[in-house]
């Protein structure tokens, strides 16, 4: 760019193959004086190098999508806001450093970088759009900033390299799906202060081995953690009191379960085909166990309920071949009396092992 250039209009650059470094923000070139426009250099193809100055607060819708051969980019300290498909299909990007500076990153800003290694997430930023990371494949490690406070829908869905991750402790909410399809994520960190961790957010997470879900978690969505198949162990902190549907279906390494002692009630499907897991406890707080919640659990030996049971639907523990031991507390020491109204006729259909239920 030469120094006689003062402003760049509105898709002035779209398409064009002559670039390959630039310079936005100085004392010489100045896009719209505080923000790059709307797709602004959209599928410049021999863009290689950009260096975004202080002088520039937003970048644009698509400002830079499908910009296939960029590969460093420098991201002034006073941007704000990276909009939506910001560098989308920048397929060459390695790394990308977000300046303490941006408070938002938004929907697909960074999705289809399919060569993007490692993220450092600054300290301003609060919010991570809807798929802003998406099928980032490569993506092997983020460390996120600590003012980080929702991470919204696929975010992080389908980064099949990203092996771990911290969340700081001031996300309250993990969206939907938001790291579903990470099938090479081993552990995950959840921060203090998480509060609700939604519907899908780890499905298919097939190599997470291990969570602890902390006290201020009070929502784990429907399939939160369906199908982490090598999920060996999970610890349910005291604030949850719904175990949701199919949240940790198909789990078929799980072996060890901690219930918290608040949690009421366990819906369908919530166990369904955790063929590994051998003995469970319920806290004295639990009241319902809904249709299939352990269907298919072949190596359950043994389940015990607190005195506050009250219905056990029909085929809760359908097919749990190995179960033996079937014991509920009593309300009182000396007494063999219990909060149980319903015992559906089929709730141990397929037992075989089972002969009797005991009130202790």
Same mark, same amino acid.
């Given at each position: 760019m030469g120094q006689s250039q003062t402003t760049i209009s509105n898709n002035e650059l779209i398409d064009s193959n002559i670039l390959e470094s630039i310079i936005i923000g100085d004392e010489n070139v100045i896009i719209d004086t505080q923000s790059i426009c709307d797709h602004a250099f959209n599928s410049c193809i021999t863009l290689k190098k950009l260096k975004i100055n202080n002088g520039v607060e937003i970048i644009g819708v698509g400002a830079f999508e499908n910009c296939k051969y960029l590969e460093d980019v420098t991201i002034g300290s006073n941007v704000e806001l990276i909009n939506n498909y910001a560098f989308r299909f920048c397929t060459s990007l390695k790394s990308i450093v977000i300046s303490d500076s941006v408070h938002i990153i938004s929907s697909y #800003?960074?999705?289809?970088?399919?060569?993007? *290694?490692? =993220? +450092? +997430?600054?300290? $301003?930023? *609060?919010? +991570?759009?809807? /798929? #802003?990371? *998406?099928? !980032?494949? /490569?993506?092997? %490690?983020?460390?996120? $900033?600590?003012?980080?406070?929702?991470?919204?829908?696929?975010?992080?869905?389908?980064?099949?390299?990203?092996? /771990?991750?911290?969340?700081?402790? &001031? @996300?309250q909410i993990?969206?939907?799906?938001?790291? %579903?399809? !990470?099938?090479?994520?081993? /552990? @995950?960190?959840?921060?203090? &202060?998480?509060? =609700? =961790?939604?519907?899908?957010?780890?499905? !298919?997470?097939?190599?997470?081995?291990? @969570?602890?879900? $902390?006290?201020?978690?009070n929502i784990i969505g429907s399939g939160a953690f369906k199908n982490c198949t090598s999920l060996q162990s999970i610890v349910i902190g005291s604030g949850i009191q719904i175990i949701d549907y199919d949240t940790f279906e198909n789990c078929k390494s799980l072996q060890h379960v901690t219930i918290g002692d608040n949690i009421k009630t366990i819906k369908e499907n919530a166990f369904n085909g955790c063929t590994s897991l051998q003995n469970i406890t319920f806290g004295p707080s639990i009241q319902m166990i809904h249709f299939c919640a352990f269907n298919g659990c072949i190596s359950l030996q043994s389940v015990t309920f607190g005195p506050n049971i009250q219905i056990i639907c029909d085929y809760a523990f359908k097919n749990c071949v190995s179960l033996s031991s079937v014991k509920i507390t009593s309300t009182l020491s000396n007494v063999k009396t219990t909060n149980i109204q319903k015992i559906s006729p089929d709730a141990f259909y397929g037992c075989t092992s089972l002969q009797n239920i005991t009130i202790e």
């Open positions: #800003a960074f999705s289809g970088c399919s060569s993007l *290694e490692n =993220i +450092i +997430i600054g300290e $301003g930023v *609060e919010i +991570i759009g809807p /798929s #802003a990371f *998406e099928n !980032c494949t /490569s993506l092997k %490690s983020i460390k996120f $900033g600590n003012s980080v406070r929702i991470i919204s829908d696929d975010a992080f869905a389908n980064c099949i390299s990203l092996e /771990s991750i911290i969340i700081g402790d &001031n @996300v993990i969206y939907n799906r938001a790291f %579903s399809g !990470c099938t090479a994520l081993q /552990s @995950v960190i959840f921060g203090h &202060n998480v509060e =609700i =961790i939604s519907k899908d957010a780890f499905l !298919c997470c097939k190599s997470l081995q291990n @969570v602890t879900i $902390g006290p201020n978690v």
